[in-house]
């Protein structure tokens, strides 16, 4: 509609669809019929050729600013507080874990785990049910899960119990492949245990290659002291999987938090530091790989020393 908008010159109101209208043929000026009629001539007409001549611009809406430099194409990115998953800054929750991504999101939904109801709760969790606002020697559970990464929902409620003063369970990866399991969390110091006894285990084999048999040489022998190191360091180890990981990533996010220069920064940090690694697996059968084949073709005595003690050490 034309005149939309627009009120009539002479009694100032708004004009609607069903009005029958008279605009003036001087200036333009709209008037409903009724009004014109009255006066029979336009209600602006002692301005009719002067400066003050009515004009329809007069009564056009000034145009709503626009908004410069807006890269629409460009999307703004947030890290959870909880569990420190990248999210469009336009979602109100987590789409990993669920929870309000700002103080602004919903108050209901304070203390849920998440803004819908499922029965894998613990198993999607990557707080395992965990309290979000729990902390592990000052460090909140919600930084523990970035840290850890796969499996967080495992991890975390065993620190959990270990801290208060209950067991942490059996760790089933670390009790099949212990030192291997530790490479592939990122621990590198316990594993060197394992190297210490091998340096032992091969002084052992130059030099006492006779009592390399249990049953042979007995309990009080280098053969025993050998069984009982690696016994040792295995249940080390296998028991206390959960401990050792615990207090290796309180350390680690400790030392980030530290050198972290804002929050946003650590977040990413506990991302890039933490998790698993694959590499270190690798690169351990890599360099025991090259070992075996430089003993085998370089030191053949020696490599059948070590293949003939491996096999009766417990013999």
Request: glycine letters at 6%.
């Given at each position: ?138 460090i909140p559970v919600t930084d523990i899960a970035t840290f850890v990464g796969p499996n967080s929902n495992y991890y975390v409620p065993r620190f959990h119990s270990i801290k208060s ?151």
């Open positions: 509609m034309f005149f939309k908008g627009r009120s009539c010159a002479l009694c100032k109101a708004k004009f609607s669809e069903t009005d029958d209208i008279v605009a003036c043929p001087v200036c333009g000026a709209a008037h409903h019929r009724a009004c014109w009629e009255e006066e029979n001539r336009c209600a602006l007409h002692d301005k009719h050729g002067t400066p003050e001549q009515y004009s329809i611009s007069d009564e056009m809406p000034e145009p709503e600013p626009q908004a410069e430099n807006i890269e629409e194409n460009i999307e703004i990115m947030v890290l959870c507080p909880y569990c420190g998953k990248k999210n469009p800054s336009k979602v109100p929750y987590c789409t990993q874990c669920g929870r309000p991504l700002s103080n602004d999101a919903d108050t209901t939904q304070k203390g849920r785990k998440y803004p819908f109801i499922t029965i894998f709760t613990k198993l999607f969790d990557p707080l395992g049910g965990v309290p979000a606002d729990t902390e592990i020697d000052g003063k209950r067991f942490g369970g059996i760790n089933l990866p670390a009790l099949i492949i212990g030192p291997f399991w530790m490479l592939f969390r990122r621990m590198i110091a316990v594993p060197l245990l394992y190297i210490f006894y091998y340096i032992l285990y091969l002084f052992a084999i130059m030099n006492f290659p006779e009592q390399l048999s249990i049953n042979k040489a007995g309990l009080l022998s280098p053969a025993g002291a050998l069984y009982f190191i690696y016994l040792a360091i295995s249940l080390i180890i296998h028991i206390f999987a959960n401990n050792i990981y615990m207090k290796y990533v309180i350390r680690k996010i400790k030392r980030l938090k530290k050198k972290a220069e804002d929050e946003f920064s650590y977040k990413l940090s506990l991302q890039k530091s933490g998790g698993t690694r694959i590499e270190n697996l690798l690169l351990f059968w890599g360099i025991a790989t090259l070992i075996a084949i430089t003993l085998s073709s370089f030191f053949p005595d020696l490599y059948d020393k070590i293949i003939k003690a491996s096999s009766n050490l417990l013999i």
